[in-house]
Nanobody
Framework: QVQLVESGGGSVQPGGSLRLSCIVSGFRLQYQSVGWFRQVPGKGRERVACQSSNDGQTTYGDDVKGRFAISTDKAKNEVYLQMNNLRLDDSAMYYC??????????????????WGQGTQVTVSE
């Protein structure tokens, strides 16, 4: 059974850091695309970062470039999102997702078919 389980969310002040983790089970990460997306109530899922589990290439949303970093540990079958210099508008539910080879480039949520349940990130004063 394919399953993605996120963890690491929480509450933090502006300027703080969090590291999200996503445990992937049911298949081995080899050539798939992995990604992090976020959503706030009333809005669609926004791309945060995507990566090729094959060669590590990445795509980032404009709002997080230079602050967030996605990484994949194929030995552990886990995906991470290091978030630094968090801002108030980073508050959202964060989801881990997987897709086929090549989808990391556009990092389009509609092309990612397997999703976790999400982990909440709240940035507040």
């Amino acid at each position: 059974q394919v399953q993605l389980v996120e963890s690491g969310g929480g509450s933090v002040q502006p300027g703080g850091s969090l590291r999200l983790s996503c445990i992937v089970s049911g298949f081995r990460l080899q050539y798939q695309s992995v990604g992090w997306f976020r959503q706030v109530p009333g809005k669609g899922r926004e791309r945060v970062a995507c990566q090729s589990s094959n060669d590590g290439q990445t795509t980032y949303g404009d709002d997080v470039k230079g602050r967030f970093a996605i990484s994949t540990d194929k030995a552990k079958n886990e995906v991470y999102l290091q978030m630094n210099n968090l801002r108030l508008d980073d508050s959202a539910m964060y989801y881990c997702a997987t897709a086929g080879w090549g989808e990391w480039y556009d990092c389009n949520a509609d092309r990612f078919g397997t999703w976790g349940q999400g982990t909440q990130v709240t940035v507040s004063e």
